[in-house]
């Protein structure tokens, strides 16, 4: 499976950002897709992560900020990234797997469950 990502940039701060994943590859490895993020001297963190028939699960801290989606047709995965604060600086990974792991019915986006990793978009928020 093969991800790119796209849509990383400069934004200030309560501004939005849109990324994009294309994945390519074995469909059966996408079942269940997530973003991740990390930020300089940090760890890297889930920050949302969405099955195939749209179950989302998110972070706390993006909660009403940020929301995944997919277009299974389109073999894409969306992060729309509203009121976006300095905190949410980081590179932001898309990652997949062929099944998801659920909390409550919604897909956790725990690291070691995803064996497919983009290379990252670098978002920055300035004030």
């Known amino acids: 499976v093969q991800l790119v990502e796209s849509g990383g940039g400069s934004v200030q701060s309560g501004g939005s950002l849109r990324l994009s994943c294309v994945a390519s590859g074995d469909a059966t490895s996408t079942y269940c897709m997530a973003w991740f993020r990390q930020a300089p001297g940090k760890e890297r963190e889930g920050v949302a992560a969405?099955?195939?028939?749209?179950?989302?699960g998110y972070t706390n801290t993006v909660k009403g900020r940020f929301t995944i989606s997919r277009d299974n047709a389109k073999n894409t995965l969306f992060l729309q990234m509203n009121s976006l604060e300095l905190d949410d600086t980081a590179t932001y990974y898309c990652?997949?797997?062929?099944?998801?792991?659920?909390?409550?019915?919604?897909?956790?986006?725990?690291?070691?469950?995803?064996?497919?990793w983009g290379h990252g978009t670098q978002v920055t928020v300035s004030s």
């Open positions: 969405i099955s195939k028939d749209g179950r989302a």
């Open positions: 990652a997949s797997a062929q099944v998801c792991h659920y909390r409550n019915d919604a897909p956790r986006a725990s690291e070691s469950y995803f064996p497919y």
